[in-house]
């Protein structure tokens, strides 16, 4: 069974500290790992799409990593803007199938 | 303009109820999917639509039922409501079947 997990569950930082999110995931065909945020009462917010292992995206203060078995969500010196659900998302191959969702980290940046 | 809209955003009924959530994109998207977070804000695929045909449908109640008149809307349909089915509704779409995601806002469906 596919399936996708994160940790840690939540997670609290003070401004300015750096932390890495973890997405480990098994699922045969991989055909691409997702980031999302997602806020309170709003839908999630698309970060980055990783396809292959050593593959690596940058935006901001983030910067997703892909492995055959896992992907990180790195954050450079946080701001309070920062605070969000982040989601980790797999679509296998075989065809046009959904997402599969992992149940996200909470993360807090405290100023 | 806002990219994925849906509506409503609150829904509240009464069990045993049928009800509608309608989901719009404005970006020319082929594929619109509906997921469903449950209490916990785990995300699911319930079912997906590319270029009017479904392509998935996941093992869900056939009390719920996706409708596309067109390319750029997709309703959800649910007949005789059960508590279980309190959730908050997102659609979402993207460019293909392999492109990135584009989610709504989310419907909050709660059923008395």
């Known amino acids: 069974e596919d399936q996708v997990t994160q940790s840690p569950e939540a997670l609290r930082l003070q401004e300015g500290e750096s932390s890495s999110l973890n997405c480990s995931y098994t699922?045969?065909?991989?055909?691409?790992l997702f980031w999302y945020r997602q806020d309170p009462g709003k839908g999630p917010e698309f970060l980055f799409t990783?396809?292959?292992a050593g593959e690596e995206k940058e935006k901001e203060r983030l910067k997703a990593t892909l492995t055959k078995k896992e992907s990180f969500l790195h954050i450079t010196a946080p701001k309070p803007e920062d605070s969000a659900t982040y989601l980790c998302?797999?679509?296998?191959?075989?065809?046009?199938?959904?997402?599969?969702f992992g149940k996200g980290t909470h993360l807090i940046i405290q100023p | 303009d806002t990219a994925v809209s849906q509506t409503p955003k609150y829904l509240v009924t009464q069990m045993g109820n049928d009800k509608s959530i309608k989901c719009e994109q404005n970006?020319?998207?082929?594929?619109m999917y509906w997921y469903k977070q449950d209490s916990k804000k785990f995300l699911k695929i319930m079912f997906s639509?590319?270029?009017?045909?479904?392509?998935i449908n996941e093992t869900v109640p056939n009390r719920f039922s996706p409708k596309s008149p067109d390319k750029a809307h997709l309703n959800l349909h649910i007949n005789s409501l059960e508590l279980g089915d309190s959730a908050v509704y997102f659609c979402?779409?993207?460019?293909?079947?392999?492109?990135?995601?584009?989610f709504g806002d989310g419907t909050r469906l709660s059923i008395l």
């Open positions: 979402a779409s993207s460019e293909s079947v392999y492109g990135s995601q584009h």
């Open positions: 699922v045969s065909g991989l055909r691409g």
């Open positions: 990783l396809y292959s």
């Open positions: 998302a797999v679509r296998k191959g075989g065809g046009a199938d959904g997402l599969t």
């Open positions: 970006l020319g998207h082929d594929t």
């Open positions: 639509y590319n270029n009017k045909e479904l392509i």
